[in-house]
Structures are given as structure tokens and as C-alpha cells.
């Protein structure tokens, strides 16, 4: 768009002007005054206003305005005030996106919005827009004394409204970053205070009170709610833990006034994990106080066994501002966080010094469990941590054997593991697995023990060679094992010798439980976790995962030492037959059939067999050349054709195709090299034919 030389000379002063008063702004309300300052100085408009879009209330709010034409209740729009969009002529303006001009109000058209229309004089509302989406409305109103806006003032205004946007934009950017950092100045403030070496009581008063001067709020606090067993159990009144400002009678208006609600809420929280409502709407409870209704704010903290703790502050509501609730709701979460954390290491202090004044009863048991910590800590075998738990409490409770039975959720079945002292007679270990077996089903466990499916014993070496195998235990003692709050094992311990287990070896097997319950927990998780990590879930073989990171170390074993390793990759035959004729579930059988064949073939702990992907499959032989893959291949796939399928009262032959390439006769620089060697052999074995095994006997790969 062309400018006549006047317009031009007026843009550039206007532009000149803005810079030196908008650079160092970074207050929205001074930026937009200063904005709407110079675009009415500009044309001579004698007043207007700016109003910038809420997406969030979907409404125009009146950021700064100079009697904004508008009017409500016959009184001038304040500063502040959110119209909605779809009243109004600047609500027409946002909502077409397309600029209302008038020359004469009093002559203007009864279709027009207008809140008023006495006093003559010109108005103009225009768009604001960055990038085609608008963001706000720009209102400029001409003195009733002159004439209305000329043509000239359309173009200058309209041609500065993308400037004014994009202030606009800037404002409201600095703005969120403003209100950013100061939260996460007031949020580092408070947690160097929740960190310091003093008394929970004092740190969380002081804690209060800050947050409150933060906020604005006239009260805070940090209230215990002791929540009833479940058992027939009293509820006890709730207990101020720490205050600001917040007093016993407080406390009495908010337990009847929202004591119920708040411990429904907590109750429920004790069963079901605790959603993250960080960010969510924000939850706001009337709050009456005398004559004033104020507004209180309850976000719960941690629970300890039967106590839950609520953050609470009560303020007064922020009138025309909707968001401040939301924004302080959100502030209130994080520091809520950081209060739980407080209270949950002043806990885990108060715990460490019972445990302490325990330990220290009794040095030889403080050292013994010491030493148990750190060597449970050290492994995550389930066995060698089973080893060093057995092996160390025989130093505190004399026991013939010590017997722990877990579920293993891998195997989904009962394991039962015996630490013997001493050899013992088969009588023994009978008499033994009965009695836990038979205790054991007395427990509400998860799952419960099959009746037709008692465990079997797993029966490790005995700690001292001693002479003698006693035929039967004379006393025992045992206690569930609990993970994940549910009863899923027991520790079992017998004696020989008729000298009951007292209440000080009970204590000592409940302390040692709970500190070994939590290694044998990791070592299980652990070992859970690797397993499916690396195992296909359906034929439960290795996967392609697992494959490629066995090959890669075998790999440049064989380039450095010169050694053969030999890859098959191979393909059932018409797989897709099995799944289209017979349904998937033949097709599945079909698979881990073939994989068991597979894993009866190789050599244990030195060959790799993996499902490959679909109906392929890979066995990768160290130290193996390519004559000797190659018979080896041709015995696995005479295995598989002389093992038909039986499903569904029918017998199903199944036939394989193998590919077989070795290092030491293909110049292989990658493992992907030897990958494309054999299948490039499997893809020979299927074009003549299938059931068969075909080499690749090239040194080059170029044809592949």
C-alpha cells in the first residue's frame, strides 16, 4: 500500500515516538496506555480504548481505556472489565474480523451494536490480528466538535494496527514471563526454608506465612485428619499441625463446614492413587467468616499409616479476576509438594530415631543388620539375595531351616525355598512343605494356593556339614510376606531342638522381614522386568531386541579372533495357510511349537535362539562354520517335519525353510552384512522349493 508523503511522515514520528516509550516497558497495562496514548495523539482522537481477547473466559477484556465508549449500569467500564464476545460493536469487530467506521454517531445505523449514542463525532473500531488470528480490538472515538475521521486517519490507523498487535502480543508475553518467574522465585524461597535444620513446627509456621504474604491470604494452615481404621475405630478430631493466623476456632467452623467432605475425599485417596491435579481446576470452597464470605482452598498432603494431612488457605476472592484463583491454585499445588516433602522427612527422621533407639538395644543385632542392608543391597539376584538373607539370620535366631515361599509372577506359580543348617531326612522336608503349604492357605492371599497344585520344595545346600538327618522339626514360627499390599509369600522358620520361638525372635524376624522383603521385591521387579524385556511374549523365546544385541558382541568377537559364527534365519513354510484355514489360534500353535523344537535343538548357554519377527525365527551358533551350521540346520529342520501339530483333532504338518551364512566365508564388515547373507540363503531355500536348507557360499555380497 502506497502513503502520501504526509501519511509517511506521520508514521515515521509515530513510530520514532512508540520505540523510545514502549523499549524498556515491561508492565502491559503502561505498555498498552502508552500504545493507545500516541495512536489517539496520532489522529486526534479524543479517546479509546484497547481491549485484548481472554481465551480462557472467551471474552474482550478492557485492558486500558479513556472513557471507553461503552457503558454499563450507566456507569463507564472499569479498567479490567471482560465483555463478552458477542455483545457490542467490539464484540462484532472480533468476531468478523473486520473494521465498524463511522463519521457521525448520531447518524449511524440502527443495526450497529452501540451501548450509546448521544454526542456526535466519528468512531472507528478495528481488528487487532498477528498472523490472520485476532487477538483484540482497537476503539478510537472523535471529539463531538469536529468533524469525524477522515480518510487520511482510517489508512494511518489501519496500517498501525499490526504494530499495535504485535505490542499488544509482546505485553502479554512479558507479562506471563513476569508472573513465571516470580512464582519460581516464591517457590525457590520456600524450599531453602523447608530445608533448614530446625523443627517441622517452626519451618511449616514460617512456611504459612510466607505463603500467605505470596498470596495475599489472610489465613493458612496445616491440618492432621486422623481417618477411622475400618475397623470400628473413633474418629478423632482434626489437629492444627502449624498456622498462620489460624486458630482453634478456625478450625471448628471449617471441620463442620467441610470436615465431612474433606475426609471422604481423603478416604478415597487412601485406596486409589492420588491424582496429579496440578493444573486442573482449581478447587475453591465458600468459606464464611462472621459476616464475610471468604474463599479457602484444601489440597491434601501425605498420609502417613492413618493421618492425612490438608494444606488450607482462606482469602478474600479476587473480584474481576477470574484467572487469580486458577493461578494461585496452581501455586498452592506446587508448594503443597514441597510441604509434603517436609512432613514426609520429618517422618522418615522420627522413624530413623526408633529404629535407632531399637538397634542401638542390642549392638551384635545392630551390626548383624547392618551388614544384612548393605549386602541385600548389593545384588538383584533373586537367589544369591535369598542366599545372604538365609546365611545371616542364623547369627540372630537359631533355626534348622528357614523356608520363604513367594509367588513368581513370571511363572505364574508358588515357589517354595528351603535353607537348611543341617542335612536333613526326607520325613523332614515332607513334614515340612505340609505345614507351610497348609498355614499358608489360611492366609487371605493373592492368588490363593491351588489345593491340587502344592508347590515343591527347592532345597539349597546346607549352611554346616553336621552329622546326622533329623526326621522331623519340633517348633516353628511364620509370618506373611507382604508386597504391594498384598499378602503374597510367607517366611517360615523350624527347630529340632522343643524350644519355642519367643516374642524377642519374632521381633527380629519382623524387623529382618521388612528389610528383606524390599530386596527381594527389587531383585523379583527386576528380574520381571529383564525378562520381558528381552522375551517374546507368545513363544516365549528371545526377541528381535535381544537378538540383535546378542549378535553385535558376538560379531566383532568372530573379526577379532578370527573365529566362524554361523546365523540361520529361518521361515515356517505356507504360514499364512495356517492362519487363513485354521484360524490365528492354530497359526500361535503352530509358532510355539516350532520354538520349542528350536530351543530342544541348541546348545544351552552358548547358542542364541530368537523370534526374528512374524513367523521368522533366528538362531545365531558361535564357533560354528558354515559345514557344521548347515548340518546342524538340516537336523532342526528334519525335527520339525518329523513334529506335526495336533489342533483341534487334526494332525497339521509343518515344514520349514533355513537360510544359513557364516563369517568366515562371507566378507561380512556389519552384522547387517550377515543378516542379508542368510536370508538371501532362506530366499533360495523358498524359490527352489521350501523344506530345505540352502548356504551362502558367496564371499561377496553385490548380488544380494
Not at 516470580?182 to 525457590?188: F, I, N, S, V
Not at 535362539?609 to 540346520?633: C, D, M, N, Q, S
Request: hydrophobic content about 40%; overall charge positive.
Amino acid at each position: 500500500m502506497k502513503y502520501s508523503a504526509n501519511i509517511t511522515t506521520k508514521l515515521i514520528a509515530f513510530h520514532e515516538r512508540l520505540a523510545a516509550r514502549t523499549a524498556d516497558m515491561v508492565d502491559l497495562e503502561k505498555l498498552l496506555k502508552a500504545v493507545l496514548g500516541e495512536v489517539t495523539t496520532l489522529v486526534g482522537a479524543s479517546s479509546g480504548s484497547i481491549m485484548v481477547h481472554d481465551p480462557a473466559l472467551n471474552r474482550l477484556r478492557l485492558y486500558v481505556s479513556a472513557r471507553h465508549p461503552g457503558r454499563i449500569g450507566g456507569r463507564s467500564l472499569p479498567s479490567g472489565t471482560a465483555l463478552p464476545v458477542d455483545e457490542g460493536i467490539a464484540g462484532k469487530v472480533f468476531r468478523e474480523n473486520a473494521p465498524v467506521i463511522v463519521t457521525d454517531r448520531t447518524k449511524a445505523g440502527e443495526s450497529l451494536p452501540w451501548k450509546r449514542r448521544r454526542g456526535g463525532g466519528g468512531f472507528m473500531s478495528l481488528p487487532l490480528c498477528i498472523q490472520r488470528r485476532v487477538i483484540g480490538v482497537l476503539n478510537l472515538n472523535g471529539s463531538p466538535d469536529r468533524e469525524g475521521f477522515t480518510d487520511e486517519d482510517v489508512r494511518l490507523v489501519t496500517s498501525l494496527t499490526g504494530s499495535v498487535a504485535a505490542l499488544v502480543e509482546k505485553g502479554r508475553l512479558l507479562e506471563e514471563v513476569r508472573r513465571a518467574h516470580d512464582e519460581t522465585q516464591r517457590l525457590y524461597d520456600l524450599a531453602v526454608l523447608l530445608s533448614r535444620d530446625e523443627a517441622v513446627e517452626t519451618l511449616l509456621g514460617e512456611a504459612l506465612r510466607k505463603i500467605s504474604g505470596d498470596l495475599e491470604a489472610g489465613r493458612a494452615a496445616v491440618i492432621r485428619f486422623s481417618l477411622p481404621s475400618g475397623h470400628g475405630g473413633e474418629e478423632q478430631p482434626p489437629e492444627i499441625v502449624a498456622a498462620w493466623k489460624f486458630g482453634a476456632e478456625h478450625l471448628k467452623r471449617l471441620s463442620s463446614a467441610v470436615g465431612t467432605s474433606l475426609r471422604t475425599e481423603l478416604s478415597l485417596s487412601k485406596r486409589a492413587r492420588r491424582a496429579d491435579q496440578l493444573g486442573g481446576p482449581p478447587v475453591s470452597l465458600p468459606f464464611r467468616d462472621g459476616k464475610q464470605v471468604l474463599e479457602l482452598f484444601c489440597l491434601p498432603l501425605v498420609t502417613i499409616e492413618s493421618d492425612s494431612f490438608v494444606l488450607c488457605a482462606i482469602r478474600e476472592p479476587r473480584r474481576g479476576d477470574p484467572e487469580a484463583a486458577r493461578r494461585h491454585y496452581r501455586f498452592l499445588s506446587l508448594a503443597a509438594r514441597q510441604i509434603a516433602t517436609a512432613l514426609e522427612r520429618a517422618e522418615m527422621i522420627e522413624q530413623l530415631r526408633i529404629d535407632k533407639s531399637v538397634l542401638l538395644e542390642n549392638a551384635l543385632t545392630n551390626e548383624i543388620f547392618l551388614s544384612i542392608s548393605t549386602e541385600l543391597a548389593s545384588t538383584l539376584d533373586p537367589h544369591l539375595v535369598l542366599r545372604k538373607a538365609f546365611d545371616h539370620f542364623n547369627k540372630l535366631v537359631p533355626y534348622t531351616t528357614f523356608t520363604i515361599m513367594l509367588f513368581d509372577e513370571i511363572e505364574q506359580a508358588y515357589h517354595i525355598i528351603v535353607q537348611p543348617s543341617r542335612r536333613l531326612a526326607p520325613a523332614y522336608l515332607r513334614q515340612l512343605r505340609e505345614e507351610v503349604v497348609s498355614t499358608f492357605r489360611e492366609y487371605p492371599a493373592e492368588p490363593s494356593i491351588d489345593a491340587g497344585r502344592a508347590p515343591m520344595l527347592d532345597v539349597f545346600h546346607p549352611q554346616n556339614p553336621t552329622p546326622g538327618a533329623p526326621a522331623k522339626f519340633r517348633q516353628s514360627m511364620q509370618m506373611p510376606v507382604v508386597l504391594n499390599g498384598k499378602i503374597t509369600g510367607m517366611v517360615h522358620l523350624s527347630r529340632v531342638e522343643d524350644v519355642t520361638f519367643g516374642r524377642s525372635d519374632f521381633n527380629k524376624l519382623s524387623q529382618f522381614t521388612a528389610i528383606f522383603v524390599t530386596s527381594i521385591k527389587n531383585a523379583l521387579i527386576h528380574k520381571r522386568t529383564e525378562k520381558l524385556a528381552f522375551t517374546d511374549p507368545l513363544t516365549g523365546l528371545y526377541n528381535h531386541r535381544y537378538f540383535q544385541e546378542t549378535l553385535l558382541p558376538e560379531f566383532i568377537r568372530s573379526r577379532r579372533y578370527d573365529k566362524p559364527l554361523s546365523l540361520m534365519i529361518i521361515d515356517i513354510d505356507h504360514f499364512k495357510k495356517f492362519n487363513d484355514t485354521w484360524g490365528h489360534l492354530t497359526g500361535d500353535k503352530v509358532l510355539i511349537h516350532v520354538g520349542q523344537v528350536f530351543e530342544r535343538s541348541v546348545r544351552s548357554k552358548i547358542d542364541t535362539v530368537a523370534r526374528y519377527g512374524g513367523e521368522e525365527f533366528a538362531i545365531l551358533l558361535p564357533e560354528t562354520p558354515l559345514k557344521g551350521a548347515h548340518l546342524f540346520a538340516e537336523r532342526v529342520r528334519a525335527a520339525v517335519e518329523a513334529s506335526p501339530v495336533k489342533a483341534d483333532g487334526k494332525t497339521l504338518p509343518v515344514t520349514i525353510s533355513i537360510g544359513v551364512a557364516c563369517t568366515l566365508v562371507t566378507n561380512c564388515t556389519k552384522t547387517s552384512d550377515l543378516i542379508a547373507a542368510a536370508d538371501s540363503a532362506l530366499y533360495a531355500a523358498k524359490d527352489a522349493g521350501r523344506n530345505q536348507v540352502k548356504t551362502f557360499e558367496s564371499e561377496h555380497l553385490e548380488h544380494v
